[in-house]
C-alpha cells in the first residue's frame, strides 16, 4: 500500500500560482502512476493530469492544458502539481491518487487517494 498527503492549497487570485505537493509513503512510491484530481462543490471528481512511473509520460485534462505541469521526484516520494493562470473554475478539492497499472484518466481505476487540499481561486 501506499498513503498519500496533499498540501500546498489556499486562497489566491485569479492570473496567480500554486504548486501542489503530494508526498507518498509506504510502497516504493516509483512503482505507481500518480494522478491529480479535483472535485468543486456539487460537482463529480475529474481527471486533471497523471504521470507516468518514471515521469517520462504526462497527460492532462484540455482544461487544464498549458496552464498546469504534473512531475515528480521518485528519491523525495514526492509528485507536484505546478497551477499557473489560474482561474475562478479552478476552485476545487484537489487530491493526488496512485495507481500500480499504467496512466489512468478514471477516478475509479486509481487505488489509493489522499485526504484532498483546497484550492480557491477568487476572481
Known amino acids: 500500500q501506499v498513503q498519500l498527503v496533499e498540501s500546498g492549497g489556499g486562497l489566491v487570485q485569479a492570473g496567480d500560482s500554486l504548486r501542489l505537493s503530494c508526498a507518498a509513503s509506504?510502497?516504493?512510491?516509483?512503482?505507481?502512476?500518480v494522478g491529480w484530481f479535483r472535485q468543486a462543490p456539487g460537482k463529480e471528481r475529474e481527471f486533471v493530469a497523471t504521470i507516468s512511473r518514471s515521469g517520462d509520460s504526462t497527460y492532462y485534462a484540455e482544461s487544464v492544458k498549458g496552464r498546469f505541469t504534473i512531475s515528480r521526484d521518485n528519491a523525495k516520494n514526492t509528485a507536484f502539481l505546478q497551477m499557473n493562470s489560474l482561474k475562478p473554475e479552478d476552485t476545487a478539492v484537489y487530491y493526488c491518487?496512485?495507481?500500480?497499472?499504467?496512466?489512468?484518466?478514471?477516478?475509479?481505476?486509481?487505488?489509493?487517494w489522499g485526504q484532498g487540499t483546497q484550492v480557491t481561486v477568487s476572481s
Open positions: 491518487a496512485a495507481d500500480s497499472r499504467g496512466l489512468q484518466v478514471l477516478a475509479y481505476e486509481y487505488d489509493y
Open positions: 509506504g510502497r516504493t512510491f516509483s512503482s505507481y502512476t
